[in-house]
């Protein structure tokens, strides 16, 4: 079976720290991947996707960035952290197939101080 | 752009009863509409989906509806219990693996 590994699951960083969150898949090849946000009590912001090592499409302008190095392993970083940085990241996966269900991490907790 | 709608936000029913959710989506080339349940601190977990080829689709307590003329599609949970408290998402697919989300409803069930 597949499963969705998302770490660290909590994080407090300061204003203007770097910040690298890393997600991995398993039992599948090729994947989707995404990377959401969600603030709190608010709804899923579509950060970056995937289709494949090395491709990744930015859907909302920011100081965040994504790599895709491996195929099951998707990155989140940013240079600098800000303040409105401060959320809850999802990293998600959907099999590279005509509507296929996306499967989520369990997040991270992101606070900015 | 593409929009889906989902209402109402905020949805209190006492134990037992059914819970109605419905989202209404822009874009007529959607054919792929799951629903997602999100518990405190948790990621999303999909409860259901529906394809535009099937009017309703039932698994047990829950069931979706879709009407493709209308452009909505609705999530029933009948008999409802503590644990099915949660956010609720509705999203709409065209097949291009990307989904468009509703902005969520918090169900809240009092005993």
């Known amino acids: 079976s597949q499963t969705i590994h998302q770490w660290p699951a909590t994080l407090v960083q300061p204003v203007g720290s770097p910040l690298s969150l890393e997600c991995t898949v398993e039992g599948t090849s090729n994947p989707n991947l995404y990377w959401y946000r969600q603030a709190a009590g608010r709804g899923l912001q579509l950060l970056f996707y995937?289709?494949?090592?090395?491709?990744i499409s930015s859907e909302v302008p920011q100081n965040l960035s994504a790599s895709r190095p491996q195929d099951r392993q998707f990155i989140l970083s940013s240079k600098k952290l800000l303040l409105s940085d401060s959320g809850f990241y999802l990293c998600?996966?959907?099999?590279?197939?005509?509507?296929?269900?996306?499967?989520f991490g369990n997040g991270t907790r992101l606070t900015v101080t | 752009g593409e929009n889906v709608e989902q209402h109402p936000s905020t949805l209190s029913v006492q134990e037992g009863d059914s819970a109605v959710i419905k989202c209404t989506y822009s874009d007529s080339a959607s054919n792929y509409f799951p629903w997602y349940k999100q518990e405190l601190g948790k990621g999303p977990q999909l409860i259901i989906d529906?394809?535009?080829n099937v009017g309703e689709k039932k698994d047990q307590r829950i069931a979706v509806t879709l009407n493709k003329t209308a452009k909505h599609f609705s999530l029933h949970i009948t008999e409802t219990q503590p644990e099915d408290s949660a956010v609720y998402f509705c999203?709409?697919?065209?097949?291009?693996?990307?989904?468009?989300w509703g902005a969520g409803t918090k169900l809240i069930i009092k005993p």
């Open positions: 999203a709409a697919s065209r097949g291009n693996y990307q989904l468009i």
């Open positions: 995937s289709v494949g090592i090395g491709q």
């Open positions: 998600a996966w959907m099999r590279g197939s005509y509507n296929s269900p996306l499967h």
């Open positions: 529906i394809r535009s």
